[in-house]
């Protein structure tokens, strides 16, 4: 990936919060936990390949959705931007061979 590619690294670093986001513990979780262990590293929840498609694909979504949302030319070049951030999420499921 060029390094201007300013698109593709605002997708990607998006699409890596949220599968970080998902894979946080519950708040519930950590509060039932026993006392001594609030103190200590919380284990991470496992997504499955499934959840990470449906994680990048609800990213697709929003960015698709948040476009078409854009009123007029004033905002033609954010629209734009996100539907390349899109684009490039999109080319990242089908570089894994992942059905559309």
């Avoid at 593709?8 to 970080?20: P, T, Y």
């Avoid at 449906?54 to 030319?73: H, K, N, T, Y």
């Avoid at 390349?84 to 992942?98: C, K, M, P, S, Y």
Wanted: glycine residues 6%.
């Amino acid at each position: 990936m060029r390094a201007r590619d300013k698109a593709a690294v605002s997708a990607l670093r998006g699409a890596l919060g949220a599968l970080d986001n998902a894979e946080a513990v519950p708040l519930d979780d950590l509060a039932q936990a026993p006392s001594c262990a609030v103190g200590s590293e919380a284990a991470r929840r496992e997504l499955s390949e499934r959840d990470v498609e449906d994680i990048v694909r609800a990213e697709v979504a929003e960015r698709i959705e948040a476009a078409a949302e854009l009123p007029g030319p004033a905002h033609a070049g954010r629209a734009a931007r996100l539907r390349a951030e899109a684009d490039v999420l999109l080319r990242f499921l089908d570089a894994q061979g992942t059905p559309a």
